[in-house]
Structures are given as structure tokens and as C-alpha cells.
């Protein structure tokens, strides 16, 4: 049972270079989301994804883009990085609202660095 | 905006010792979880907690919720070693119209137990 599954787990990036970080999980889960967490901060959401064929913005959008590929995949891409993403990257999952006790699932991270 | 603050942020506790942790929230929600999260690692699921008063116990941790009052305390009774990490409270914003919940976290409580 692998639940959420983050590639790649490390990445080194230039700055103004694009890269995609990529996400499935395994849970059969509804909902879909992508944090990043800094020191001191906690973690922030980026975006979401509700259901499959839907995506919306969370506290700290900007200079990210989502695409919710599938059910069971949601990936996050940098279009041009710079040093102010430098962060770790959280992917989590969840089942629908109202149904079971509304648990989250966390993927094992992506530690990018921008140079 | 919903807004998480947990206190202390940092605490440092001997072996055998009792403390709580406070978590404060903003806006009303019945839904509240606690991470922990050791160095490099990801989020591990501890306890969630569904409805007012609420109370769950796993080993040497214990949670409760007070919905009214918008505070959880996470508990720790005779602390080992081992339960030095981060701990994290994080609150469920609730049917967002969008169908989907989404965590709102606070900064973390760090906590190391000297042996």
C-alpha cells in the first residue's frame, strides 16, 4: 500500500528553469493538494484539487500551476523558479467531504533548491 | 481567514516530565488534526478529532477539543526520548463550496525531551 507517492524526492534548479513535480496516490481519494513548507512557517497551500477535473488556488499560488492528470494524479509545475521556492513540497490526499473521518494523506516530500 | 497559532513554539522538557501544547483557532470548524513530523520526514497522522469534546489517547500523547472555545491541547504525560519532532495542529476550513476541505496549519511546536 504505497498511499502518496512524490517524484522526484530531491531537485537542484537554476534560476528561470521549469520543472514539474509529480504526484499519485493509490487511495482511491477524491481530493488532491499540494503544500510547501518553509522553516518557522508550518505548511501552506498551494493549490487543490477537489475532483478530478477541478483545481483551485490556496494561500500562496503565485508562480505555480497545477494539473489534475487523473484521479489518482496531480502535479505541480514551476514554470520559471526562482530562489523564493526553495522549499519542501508536500502532496496530500483526502477522501470527499462528509464521508469517512476526513483524514489526510501526506506524500514524503520533494526538497527543491533554487539557485 | 482562518488562522492556527500554536503555543510554545519551542519547548524543551526532561524525561518523565508532563507538558501540553495549545493549539487556537480562529474560525469555527469541528475538525482538527496533530502531525508530527521528524527531521527530513513527512507528516505522520496522530490523532483527529471530530466533534466537541473530543477526546483520543495514543500512549503518552492525548488530544482534546473544545470547539467552543476554538482550542485543542495536545498532551504529553512522562516524556521519552523518543517523542522529540515537531508537532503540528491543523484545522479543517470546511465545505468550501468548491467540495473540497482544505488544512489550515500552525507553525509547530518543536519538541525536544532531554534524557
Known amino acids: 500500500n504505497a498511499g502518496v507517492t512524490q517524484t522526484p524526492k530531491f531537485q537542484v534548479l537554476k534560476t528561470g528553469q521549469s520543472m514539474t513535480l509529480q504526484c499519485a496516490q493509490d487511495?482511491?481519494?477524491?481530493?488532491m493538494y499540494w503544500y510547501r513548507q518553509d522553516p518557522g512557517m508550518g505548511l501552506r497551500l498551494i493549490y487543490y484539487?477537489?475532483?478530478?477535473?477541478?483545481?483551485d488556488k490556496g494561500e500562496v499560488p503565485n508562480g505555480y500551476n497545477v494539473s489534475r492528470l487523473n484521479k489518482r494524479e496531480f502535479s505541480l509545475r514551476l514554470e520559471s523558479a526562482a530562489p523564493s521556492q526553495t522549499s519542501v513540497y508536500f502532496c496530500?490526499?483526502?477522501?470527499?467531504?462528509?464521508?469517512?473521518?476526513?483524514?489526510?494523506?501526506f506524500g514524503s516530500g520533494t526538497r527543491l533548491t533554487v539557485v | 481567514e482562518l488562522k492556527v497559532e500554536q503555543n510554545p513554539l519551542f519547548l524543551s522538557m526532561q524525561e518523565g516530565k508532563n507538558y501540553t501544547i495549545y493549539c487556537n483557532y480562529s474560525t469555527t470548524s469541528d475538525r482538527l488534526y496533530w502531525y508530527r513530523q521528524d527531521p527530513g520526514k513527512s507528516l505522520e497522522s496522530l490523532f483527529v478529532?471530530?466533534?466537541?469534546?473530543a477526546v483520543k489517547q495514543e500512549g503518552r500523547l492525548m488530544a482534546s477539543l473544545d470547539t467552543k472555545a476554538r482550542l485543542s491541547t495536545l498532551h504529553i504525560t512522562a516524556a521519552v526520548h523518543d517523542l522529540s519532532a515537531t508537532y503540528f495542529c491543523?484545522?479543517?476550513?470546511?465545505?468550501?463550496?468548491?467540495?473540497?476541505?482544505?488544512?489550515?496549519f500552525g507553525k509547530g511546536t518543536k519538541l525536544s525531551v532531554i534524557p
Open positions: 496530500a490526499s483526502s477522501e470527499a467531504p462528509g464521508t469517512g473521518r476526513g483524514g489526510y494523506t
Open positions: 487511495m482511491n481519494h477524491n481530493s
Open positions: 484539487s477537489a475532483s478530478e477535473g477541478t483545481t
Open positions: 491543523a484545522v479543517d476550513k470546511g465545505y468550501s463550496g468548491a467540495g473540497s476541505y482544505q488544512l489550515t
Open positions: 478529532l471530530l466533534s466537541n469534546g
